[in-house]
C-alpha cells in the first residue's frame, strides 16, 4: 500500500522558521516533491529530492532521508503569502510509468 | 514554457448530466497526462494515469465507467464525469508530463459543483 503521512495544520508567527514533516511507505520510490497550494488554486513546484541530503532554494529548503522514509521543507524568515497548503508528493512507477502519490497535505496559518 | 491549460475553470450542472473536462499541455508534447481529484480541506488523490494512445491507468476505487478519459493526442486529454451526482462536486486538477522526466505541470483546475 501507498501511505504519506504529515501534519494537518501548522501556525507559526511572520518572520519565524516552520518545519513541515513527511514520513512515507510506499511501494517503489524514485523522488519526493514539494508543493505549495493556496485555496482554489493547483500546486506549484517548490523542490525535487532524489538523494539523501539537503536541498537549499533561498528562504526555503527540503530533506530527505530514504532509509527513514523520512522527508521535512523548512521554510524561514515566514511572511504572511507563505500561508497555504504544503503538499508532498512521492514518484513511484517505473521510469515510463512515473505516478505521484500525495501526502495528507499541511494547512499552514503564518500569523503577523 | 511547460504551460498547462484547462477548460472549463468552473461548472455548475445538474445531477444526471455529464460534463467533460479538458486539459492541454500549451508548448510541450505530454506521453503522460494525469487527473486527480481533491475535495475541501483535503490533499490531491491520483484518479487515473492516461498515456496517448492507450486506455487509462485508474486507481483503485475510481470507477472508470463513470469517469472516462480520453487521451487522443500528445497535448489533449479529456476527462468526462458521466452521470454526475453532488457527490462527484470536487476540484478536479490535471498534470502532464513531457516525455520520460520524472515531473509533472499542472492546470489551473476545474471546480465542478453538481446541484
Known amino acids: 500500500g501507498q501511505n504519506i503521512d504529515q501534519p494537518t495544520e501548522m501556525t507559526a508567527t511572520e518572520g519565524a522558521i516552520v518545519q513541515i514533516n513527511c514520513t512515507y511507505q510506499?511501494?517503489?520510490?524514485?523522488?519526493l516533491f514539494w508543493y505549495q497550494q493556496h485555496a482554489g488554486e493547483a500546486p506549484t513546484f517548490l523542490s525535487y529530492?532524489?538523494?539523501?541530503g539537503l536541498e537549499e532554494k533561498g528562504r526555503f529548503s527540503s530533506f530527505l532521508s530514504r532509509s527513514k522514509g523520512y522527508s521535512y521543507l523548512l521554510l524561514k524568515e515566514l511572511q504572511m503569502k507563505d500561508s497555504a497548503s504544503y503538499l508532498c508528493?512521492?514518484?513511484?512507477?517505473?521510469?515510463?510509468?512515473?505516478?505521484?502519490?500525495f501526502g495528507t497535505g499541511t494547512r499552514l496559518k503564518v500569523l503577523a | 514554457g511547460a504551460v498547462v491549460s484547462q477548460h472549463p475553470s468552473w461548472v455548475i450542472c445538474k445531477s444526471g448530466t455529464s460534463v467533460k473536462i479538458e486539459c492541454r499541455s500549451l508548448d510541450f508534447q505530454a506521453t503522460t497526462m494525469f487527473w486527480y481529484r481533491q475535495f475541501p480541506k483535503q490533499s490531491l488523490m491520483l484518479m487515473a494515469t492516461s498515456n496517448e494512445g492507450s486506455k487509462a491507468t485508474y486507481e483503485q476505487g475510481v470507477e472508470k465507467d463513470k469517469f472516462l478519459i480520453n487521451h487522443a493526442s500528445l497535448t489533449l486529454s479529456t476527462l468526462t464525469v458521466t452521470s454526475a451526482h453532488p457527490e462527484d462536486s470536487s476540484f478536479y486538477i490535471c498534470?502532464?508530463?513531457?516525455?520520460?522526466?520524472?515531473?509533472?505541470?499542472f492546470g489551473p483546475g476545474t471546480r465542478l459543483t453538481v446541484l
Open positions: 508528493a512521492v514518484s513511484v512507477g517505473g521510469s515510463g510509468t512515473y505516478k505521484y502519490i
Open positions: 498534470s502532464a508530463r513531457p516525455g520520460l522526466a520524472d515531473t509533472q505541470y
Open positions: 529530492n532524489v538523494l539523501d
Open positions: 510506499t511501494s517503489g520510490f524514485n523522488g
